[in-house]
């Protein structure tokens, strides 16, 4: 065993799942930023619980958490603030008798595909949905085939059903999209390649539909359907959870600052309009997520955070503010997470170690001191390396060209105990 940042690195078990399948069954349903892959969601569960225990997930994202609960035989309840997030962790983790999609689908196929036919024969036009600046994120022909899906989508009565076939939506909004696809902020496709993006929007859609209603076949034949999970859109600065209900909670939270890190209201934004989600929150979902906005500061019990908020506002006294906005919320949660949990019970963080102006942000460290002060016991501190991730490997802070700073390119696993 080597020391490294005072944690040790357990070099006899491989946490990177370097070359592993993290899409597999439903977990490939959508993406989605900063997804936990499924094989460390899995290894925590099948330490930490046992069949029957109740696992929460208050920051779930897209479920996949949620989803190897379910496969393991647990219980499990996900809390997400963006409720893009609700929807397709709600498809993820629902096992749905493939058969009965299959009815459903022939039917809305039939419907959507003749209207698509006569739009595009011009039998008769449709007024595209209204959506901010839609001229520029979608071309015309493109919203319309659109509006038609959405259309037959609002007729789907089964809930089940329609987190299923609005995942599918989601993601096919996505694909036609004047959007870069290989971003999760937003950014339009440059003019060369948006001169040539026609997508042929009822094939991509049929597309997305039979693969997934492929992988739910497999799902369904895998899942026990003797647990519950129950998907909630709500706020892990309050839990809606009974004290001492929870066996288990495994957890990667954001990482604060939507600007220089992941936005996850960015990338909800346009399938969040498309599904015609509440506008208010969707638009705004940076803003109420942890460390998006002012709150009241407390006197966090953490020395390590004192060091790190101290060099930051050296360089930055508004970063320094932001970071501890951040930290004031995680510490909201976790007090939330230690009466959430019974005694006995562990905690689970996946975190990545940010830099705010070049200072690194011991997050993983942080986390342990805060919750100690608590109550909670640290049991170990697991360092992973991330094989290939999505956000660049390196950015310029300042935005001075030349200069670069490497982003997160490991993670911690902090395990604690209640
Ligand atoms: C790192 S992502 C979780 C990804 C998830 N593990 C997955 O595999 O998809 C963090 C999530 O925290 C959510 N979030 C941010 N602030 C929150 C809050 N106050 N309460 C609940 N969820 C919040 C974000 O919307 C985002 O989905």
Redesign the pocket.
């Known amino acids: 065993m080597k020391k490294t940042d005072e944690f040790m690195i357990l070099n006899e078990e491989d946490w990177s799942f370097a070359g592993e399948d993290t899409k597999y069954l439903t977990h490939g349903f959508h993406p ?6 499924p094989q460390i ?1 899995n290894r925590l569960i099948t330490r930490y619980s046992k069949p029957g225990d109740l696992v929460l ?9 949620l989803v190897e609960a379910r496969l393991l035989g647990r219980n499990s309840v996900g ?4 409720p893009l ?1 609700i929807i ?2 709600r498809a993820k983790t629902t096992p749905i008798n493939p058969k009965l999609i299959l009815s459903s689908w022939r039917e809305l196929k039939e419907k959507i595909g003749e209207d698509i036919r006569s739009l595009r024969f011009r039998e008769f036009d449709v007024e595209p949905l209204r959506i901010p600046n839609i001229s520029y994120w979608f071309k015309p022909q493109v919203a319309k085939e659109l509006t038609i899906i959405r259309h037959f989508l609002d007729g789907v009565e089964d809930s089940d059903l329609y987190h299923f076939f609005a995942t599918c939506f989601s993601v096919t909004v996505r694909e036609v999209s004047n959007l870069r696809t290989d971003e999760f902020k937003i950014y339009r496709l440059p003019p060369e390649k948006l001169e040539k993006h026609n997508p042929n929007v009822f094939q991509i859609f049929v597309e997305n539909v039979e693969e997934r209603i492929r992988r739910m076949a497999e799902f369904y034949g895998l899942a026990p359907k003797d647990v519950a999970c129950d998907v909630l859109l ?4 309050k839990l809606p959870l009974k004290n001492g209900s929870v066996d288990l909670v495994v ?5 604060g600052d939507s600007r220089t890190t ?1 936005a ?2 960015q990338f909800s934004k346009f399938s969040s309009l498309w599904l015609g989600l509440d506008e208010n929150i969707v638009t705004n ?1 940076d803003k ?5 906005g002012l709150r009241k500061f407390k006197n966090l019990p953490s020395e390590t955070l004192h060091t790190t908020i101290e060099e930051i506002s050296r360089r930055s006294k508004e970063r320094a503010r932001e970071t501890l906005w951040y930290f004031t ?1 995680l510490f909201e ?1 976790l007090e939330q997470l230690h009466g959430a949990l019974r005694r006995g019970g562990y905690c689970c963080f ?1 975190v990545g170690n940010r830099t705010v102006r070049r200072v690194q942000v011991p997050t993983d460290k942080i986390i342990v001191e805060l919750g100690e002060n608590l109550g909670f016991k640290h049991i170990t501190t697991i360092y992973r390396r991330i094989p290939s991730k999505r956000m660049p490997w390196e950015n310029a802070p300042e935005n001075i060209p030349g200069e670069r700073c490497k982003t997160i390119s490991g993670e911690s696993i902090v395990i604690l105990a209640c």
């Open positions: 989605y930023p900063a997804r936990m892959i969601a997930d208050p920051f779930c994202g897209s479920g996949g958490v809390i997400d603030i963006n997030a397709i962790a709500g706020d892990s600065r957890t990667s939270p954001p990482y992941v996850y209201g979902v109420i997520s942890l460390g998006g919320d949660c996946v």
